[in-house]
């Protein structure tokens, strides 16, 4: 069996020759940690393979602070799905369904789907959200459209994944970058472009990043960047299920409580990992809360 090529990185770098700016992304252990929490028909896990890749591929086009999603909701077989990637480097991802997805899962054909970009921190208060039109089948198509609308620059997306392997690439065009000759090259944008198309799928999952990106645009004057590392992460602690049984209110929590013998469980959907409360933590994180709302309403 030929051995795959280094997973769980992300590569920037530059065509210096054409003015091009790109990102090529390659999962492979923190890819299948999210595959493999669940038994995902084979079309919704090449879809949220594709999402995360392309997650981290677009926290390597910006400055980032906190983390980078992409969501989307559907009235449909595929009722959500879940893809994200933080500053840190760290991925998790779900999708939830209904029924079977014999018929494939164009975005356009989902009923009453909504898809989001989100980017920042709702701890510190800054967050953007973008929505991206979903008129198109693939993600790529879909992400690429949503660059050209919110940043008025063409961009060239692909991703793949299989059972072992999520990919991603993309490419942008920067008038200005690579100097005066790059400027001055009106065929360079699409002179990329042919080379890119002659990319299969098969190809961008086999290949190792910097075999592939020569092999591709040698004669762009490809310039890479140190490549950072990624890896599966979730962002899940006993603060945060605190917080959301506090949410929830006391009526909730005791009814959690009276059914479960007086405890609470909580699983993370994302990582697994298991939070557990008896009666004492509950009224002690209440008693917080009541406390709090006291004081707020002395004020």
Not at 42 to 60: H, M, Y
Request: proline residues 4%; hydrophobic residues 40%; charged residues 25%.
């Amino acid at each position: 069996m030929d051995k795959l090529p280094p997973n769980d990185v992300l590569h920037r770098f530059l065509l210096e020759r054409a003015g091009v700016r790109g990102v090529l992304v390659r999962l492979g252990p923190a890819w299948r940690e999210v595959a493999g929490r669940a038994d995902y028909p084979a079309p919704l896990r090449a879809l949220l393979g594709q999402s995360l890749a392309a997650s981290a591929l677009l926290t390597g086009h910006i400055k980032l602070e906190g983390a980078l999603s992409i969501e989307l909701k559907s009235a449909g077989a595929l009722r959500l799905l879940f893809a994200e990637c933080t500053d840190q480097g760290r991925l998790r991802g779900l999708a939830r369904w209904e029924g079977g997805l014999e018929d494939g899962l164009a975005l356009n054909a989902q009923p009453g789907a909504v898809m989001a970009i989100t980017i920042g921190s709702a701890e510190r208060g800054q967050r953007y959200q973008g929505l991206v039109d979903l008129g198109y089948p693939e993600l790529s198509g879909a992400l690429e459209n949503y660059f050209s609308q919110s940043e008025q620059l063409p961009a060239r997306i692909l991703l793949a994944a299989d059972g072992e392997q999520a990919v991603g690439l993309m490419l942008q065009r920067l008038p200005g970058e690579g100097g005066h000759e790059a400027v001055q090259d009106e065929d360079a944008w699409s002179r990329v472009l042919h080379l890119t198309a002659t990319l299969g799928a098969e190809e961008l999952l086999a290949t190792a990043p910097e075999q592939l990106l020569y092999r591709l645009y040698h004669e762009e004057s490809v310039r890479l960047f140190e490549p950072r590392p990624l890896a599966f992460g979730c962002s899940c602690t006993r603060g945060r299920v605190e917080a959301m049984l506090r949410a929830l209110g006391r009526e909730e929590v005791e009814a959690a409580l009276a059914a479960r013998d007086d405890e609470i469980e909580v699983i993370c959907e994302f990582c697994a990992q298991r939070y557990t409360f008896d009666r004492i933590d509950a009224e002690h994180l209440l008693s917080a809360t009541a406390g709090a709302e006291t004081s707020t309403t002395a004020q």
